[in-house]
């Protein structure tokens, strides 16, 4: 407690001079009027990928130098979280960017839109190259010497000793955050303590005096603080790392808790903006979940694993199903608030991949250190750690192409209360282990079947009390309310001679239409790879026709990836409009992906090939305007014939074309009138407009719609005008879905 007073002093002094800069400098005016301007900004993280219903976005945290028209210096924390295009991608933390940009929010955090292209390096000098510090020349040089190793070590290698990623190409990127092992190549605490845990056995196996083996210690942290860049996590763990050697060398002993509280306390003295950092949140986080979790939770599994494995099995499994459940579960509402999905598997990734990271990072960062100096040791170090680099890539891209490996959190109170029922299950279970793991064991055990059976009454008795009924009670609703929300409860099959197939994948569009017994035609692709390669699944498509993507919107365009892991297509086309925001760079599009913008006419035609499934899908692209500054009015839209059963089917796809082109093309009589199935326009937005019901007069409506979305879609007015003769299918409702032909041309209806 005293040193905590202690700490709040200068830490409340410090504040109040930085405000007093800030204010000074004309920052706080800048923020408070949510401003535009020049800013010259030094990265203190990679940047990070986020896909939205609007687009895919780069998020990246950093400091801001200078700002304004004449370069106003900013001697105070100015540290503002970045909003950009694909460009921000090429940077990383510790560079140096000057862009121009608009505050958007300034509440808890200030967030800055770039609207103008960024510049590398200072913007007092223009577009220079970067200054080229010891830090980069290594981390070149480690880049380099991986390039030559195996499988996925030349991505990986950089990030598990370095926290360079700069080499992780898109697909492995992704894998290690499904599969929660992000962590491992962003240099954390974990490392860190590895590092130190190295130096001090070797420093105490050359028995050298305690006072030298702390001061050894502490210089290694420093240097590999300085090696890896001041991440938080590294900030973090190198503080309580000193703080525990000088507890340690006064005789104080290492009580984790404690020095936790400690290092935290001192760092926000230092920088109390740190508060914000995800990065910062997620280490103390998962560092307090160990701390308090690790070690009862492990106590009381490892007496369960022996009884079928080896003792020294049994420990090492036991205390790594501690550790990473206890990180996971203290970080993951952190992980929420800019994540939109759980990961199932990434306990289990983490149990299979967190003893490989020392087997890394102690030779690797022995490797990175002679990289320079001598190449040739360096080189044998990395290929022999290129095999348990290449496991955790192998387990990462296996464990996200498991079925269900994204889980959508539940928004909105559903969502709320489901983190409230988390956080109170796990303090409960926490506050049990701890309990149990301080009673100690009666000194003689009389082991008599009457003494048991009595023992049995008389601990049920104890335990019995009205705290510990509610208690259990809490952690069963817990249990049973994550059940529900994540168990597939909608059905995964359709019907096997299916013609259309409405794809589940939440807030987004994506159909398949039936080109043979194993091939579709696909329009759209949904926000995320995992749901659309589980549609292809689902419906048995193994080869694909044509991918049109209406236009580039995230919840189009998003899932594109899935298919192709499945099913490569050949053929791929997309539209888009004339906002620089929305362009193929910013998607996982092909480069063989090809853009329309006039009418195009098909025809895909399998009958001679596939006698058993003889179907011909003509289709026409009515519209596709790249000259619109609205993206949803780019969209492709396209009429399809399908000669099924002797008979044609109609179906007309509108994207998310809006009610201003809906008008322009019928007043250009481009619609067809009276089709049979009108996939509605927008998610059954509003601004869709009723006119191309009215005109088309179809049968049957299909919406691609996310359940319990926060847009309103389908709009009631969209609905009632449908009215009782038109058959209505939504995804929110029915999940995915499959609509067969009649031989009577008729259309069935759907199978769920």
């Known amino acids: 407690m005293s040193i905590a007073c202690w700490t709040a002093t200068p830490a409340a002094v410090m504040v109040q001079h930085q405000q007093t800069t800030a204010e000074a400098s004309g920052w706080l005016d800048f923020i408070d009027t949510l401003g535009t301007a020049r800013m010259s900004v030094r990265l203190a993280t990679d940047p990070v990928k986020r896909d939205g219903p609007f687009g895919t976005s780069w998020f990246v945290t950093a400091d801001v130098e200078a700002f304004g028209k004449d370069l106003v210096l900013t001697p105070h924390p100015a540290k503002i979280v970045i909003s950009g295009d694909h460009s921000w991608n090429d940077l990383a933390a510790e560079d140096q960017a000057c862009f121009i940009g608009r505050v958007t929010d300034n509440e808890s955090s200030v967030f800055v839109q770039a609207t103008a292209a960024i510049q590398p390096g200072s913007c007092a000098h223009g577009a220079s190259e970067p200054t080229i510090t010891g830090r980069d020349t290594l981390r070149e040089t480690l880049r380099t010497q991986a390039n030559q190793t195996i499988s996925f070590a030349p991505e990986l290698l950089p990030g598990l000793i370095l926290g360079d990623r700069s080499q992780q190409s898109e697909q492995i990127d992704h894998a290690m955050k499904v599969s929660g092992l992000s962590h491992l190549s962003a240099v954390s605490g974990a490392h860190t303590s590895l590092i130190a845990s190295a130096a001090t056995i070797l420093f105490r196996s050359l028995r050298l005096p305690r006072s030298v083996v702390i001061a050894a210690f502490l210089a290694t942290l420093v240097l590999f603080v300085q090696i890896v860049g001041m991440q938080p996590s590294i900030i973090r763990a190198a503080t309580m790392g000193a703080i525990g050697a000088w507890a340690l060398f ?15 306390i001192v760092i926000l003295t230092m920088s109390p903006e740190l508060i914000h950092e995800v990065g910062f949140q997620l280490s103390v986080a998962a560092t307090a979940g160990i701390v308090l979790g690790a070690q009862p939770l492990e106590a009381w599994c490892r007496p369960i694993l022996e009884k079928v494995l080896p003792n020294f099995w049994a420990t090492m499994l036991s205390s790594s199903f501690a550790i990473s459940a206890t990180a996971q579960l203290a970080c993951q509402p952190l992980l929420l608030t800019f994540i939109d999905y759980v990961s199932p598997y990434s306990l289990l990734a983490n149990l299979l991949a967190t003893p490989l990271l020392p087997m890394i990072t102690i030779p690797g960062t022995v490797a990175a250190g002679l990289c320079i100096v001598a190449p040739g040791i360096a080189q044998v170090l990395l290929h022999a750690v290129s095999l348990p680099t290449a496991a955790i890539g192998w387990i990462a891209t296996s464990v996200t192409d498991l ?30 282990l701890l309990r149990r793991q301080r009673h100690s064991k009666p000194a003689v055990k009389i082991d008599s079947p009457q003494a048991r059976w009595f023992g049995v009454l008389t601990a049920a008795e104890q335990r019995l009390t009205m705290a510990n009924i509610i208690q259990l009670s809490l952690v069963v609703v817990a249990v049973v309310a994550h059940v529900v929300t994540f168990w597939p409860m909608r059905p995964t099959t359709v019907d096997a001679d299916w013609d259309i197939v409405g794809c589940d994948v939440g807030q987004g569009d994506m159909f398949l239409i039936r080109t043979g017994s194993d091939s579709a035609m696909v329009i759209d692709t949904g926000p995320d790879p995992d749901r659309a390669r589980q549609c292809l699944d689902t419906a048995g498509v193994e080869h694909l026709d044509l991918v049109v993507v209406t236009h580039l919107h995230a919840d189009h365009v998003g899932g594109i990836q899935g298919l192709l892991d499945i099913a490569p297509s050949q053929d791929i086309i997309f539209s888009t409009g004339s906002d620089d925001t929305y362009s193929p760079a910013s998607t996982d599009l092909p480069d063989t992906a090809r853009q329309v913008d006039q009418p195009v006419v098909g025809v895909i035609d399998h009958a001679r090939h596939d006698p058993d499934h003889a179907v011909q899908v003509r289709w026409s692209i009515l519209s596709a305007d790249k000259t619109a500054q609205n993206e949803n009015n780019a969209s492709i839209v396209l009429f399809l014939e399908i000669y099924r059963h002797g008979g044609t089917i109609t179906a007309l796809f509108t994207g998310d074309a809006e009610e201003d082109l809906a008008a322009k093309l019928l007043g250009e009589q481009r619609i067809p009138a009276d089709v049979d199935i009108l996939k509605l326009s927008h998610h059954g937005a509003k601004n869709g407009g009723t006119d191309l019901i009215e005109h088309t007069s179809p049968r049957m409506a299909l919406i691609g719609v996310g359940e319990d979305n926060t847009y309103g879609h389908p709009h009631d007015d969209i609905v009632e005008a449908l009215g009782p003769r038109i058959q209505l299918h939504r995804t929110d409702l029915d999940g995915t879905f499959g609509v067969t032909f009649q031989h009577s041309h008729a259309l069935v209806a759907a199978e769920r």
């Open 403 to 432: 079925p269900g490996s994204m889980l959508p959190w539940p928004e909105g109170l559903a969502g709320t209360v489901l983190i409230v029922l988390h956080w109170t299950a796990s303090c409960i279970v926490l506050v049990k």
């Open 250 to 264: 006064y005789g104080r002993g290492s009580q984790a808790l404690p020095i936790l509280a400690l290092s935290t």
